[in-house]
């Protein structure tokens, strides 16, 4: 059962929603919008379907996020409708909505078809995973740029209700962080850390808000790497764990790196370095504060750290000048979060102006100012990629002996959830039992 403030906070959080929604139609002239759950795809030529999760803006308003063929009704001065997928069906077992207060914001109208509901007159729109024609004979404007963009925006900053549900999915998935740490350190593979993660999350991995990061070894320095072995390494020197969590729609996305009973002496130093740099750049959040210069901070300090243990023999700023900061940490340093792992308006300001990233730093998924709600990932990293350091072979500036002692340790990432506030940083991530 949902806790009672948290309920009370969710019925402020669809208040809040259908105000704003009513402004952004009537400013976009709108008389509503229909918004898809979406469905699962099959593989092609079978009959089995990939994981599912339902779309963004309609999960924004029912949290349910294998919720599918369902769709929602907004519009102005009228109770949303919820046109509620529940099919009689004896192979698979029938969707149900939860017993909360939450349902009794909508018009609940129970389909057992998956087609869209017809639609009142007027202009409507139609947004998720549906095709100009569908949206067409519905007399309807498919995904319209303009109306999306300003429901993007609506993500950005959350309120009380969404920061609760942030919280409670951080603090979910540092359980699983734990226990994944536990089995590496007892000797388990890649395998058997994501084994205990999801004992200890209490979670089958299609409900994971993306496929979890366990990398051991040099597997920690393969930045989406997709695997997990099944048997433990001679040498356990590294684990590297980005692993997250879903609750009630809303996802955390953190990562943790540790030392193995193996490692070079050099290496967990290294871990304790890029965790002061994480610490440090954690504590600068504050509204109005360009997410770009943070993002340059973390190279000057990557830069600093570089030196201090020896892996490059020129100066800071020479390391960050001539990229080779970046060869150690091609990724930017965090991104939004939300009901998506990258949520969407990090580069667009709130007037739509599109905010590209800087040529130097092309993987930056947040070049905006800070405001005050938003909910942002820090993760600084330093990683031993040979195909990056291959440029800066011929340097003299990087200690290529220091740098081979930790080819077989992968890298370091260190990634929190933090909430912007007027008052200082908010770290959704850290907990006393951590």
Known sequence: MIAPDLAAAQGRHLDALARAYADILGTEGYDGVLLYSGHAHRHFADDQTASFAAYGHFLHWVPMAGLAHSWLLVRPDHRP??????????????????????????????????????????????????????????????????????????????????????????????????????????????????????????????????????????????LHYQHYDIDTPARRNGLLLDGGHRYRGYCADITRTWPGPDADPIFAPLVEGVTALQRRLVTALRPGLSYVALHEQMHAGLGTLLVEHGLVRCSADAAVATGITRAFCPHGLGHLLGLQVHDPGGRVAADGTPLSPPACHPALRLTRELEAGMVVTMEPGLYIIPMLLERFRDSRDIDWQRVERLADHGGVRIEDNVLVTAQGPDNLTLHDAE
């Open 81 to 222: 409708t919820l046109y509620f997928h529940a099919p009689e069906d004896f192979w698979h077992l029938m969707p149900r909505l939860p017993e909360e207060a939450w349902v009794e914001a909508f018009e609940v109208e129970l389909r057992a078809e998956t087609p869209p509901p017809s639609l009142p007159a007027g202009r409507f729109a139609v947004l998720g995973e549906v095709s100009a024609a569908l949206a067409s004979a519905l007399g309807a404007e498919a995904n319209p740029e303009a109306l999306t963009a300003r429901l993007d925006e609506l993500r950005v900053r959350k309120n009380d209700y969404e920061v609760a549900c942030l919280r409670e999915a951080n603090r979910r998935a540092l359980a699983g962080h734990r226990a994944a740490r536990e089995a590496f350190l007892a000797g388990g593979a890649e395998l058997d850390c994501q084994l205990a993660y999801l004992g200890a999350t209490r979670s089958r991995e299609s409900d994971l808000p993306y496929q979890n990061i366990v990398g051991i070894n040099a597997h920690g320095g393969v």
